[in-house]
């Protein structure tokens, strides 16, 4: 959803500047467009036997030991995450003040939890999905 809400205003501002001929406009709406593509399908996830390891684009961003993960719930926070979906998760950390959670996104939720519920059996979950407005056919927002 996020994606083709980034799509369709891109190439919104894309339309203008080539119908008034404006060429450096146009690069740096494709540049914009590129670059957004990049960082969203660019997110990785990665449970190895001890830490959840979150890289963009290859670099490595976020990481946290999956013992220290307290609960994960459903959120729909629209704070900056590294999540290419609304539809995220909330991993709470416990100990810490400062990155006391992070909101990830995992195309496989199912698949996700049952790897972090196997290194840590004591996290507790609590990913339920909306209802409501908010939820229409079977997308999040």
Known sequence: MLVAFLVVVTLLTLILPI????????AVGLGG????LLIIFGISYEINDND??????????FSVAITEIESIKRSYILLSSPAASLKRL??????RKIFSYVLISPVDE???LEL??????NVKLDVTNAKGAWRFWDWDI
């Open 19 to 26: 119908k008034t001929g404006q060429t450096p406009a146009l």
């Open 33 to 36: 467009l590129g670059a957004a």
């Open 52 to 61: 959840l390891v979150i890289r963009i684009v290859g670099i490595k961003y």
């Open 90 to 95: 909330r991993c709470n950390i416990k100990g």
């Open 110 to 112: 199912e698949e996700f």
């Open 116 to 121: 972090i519920k196997r290194r840590n059996p």
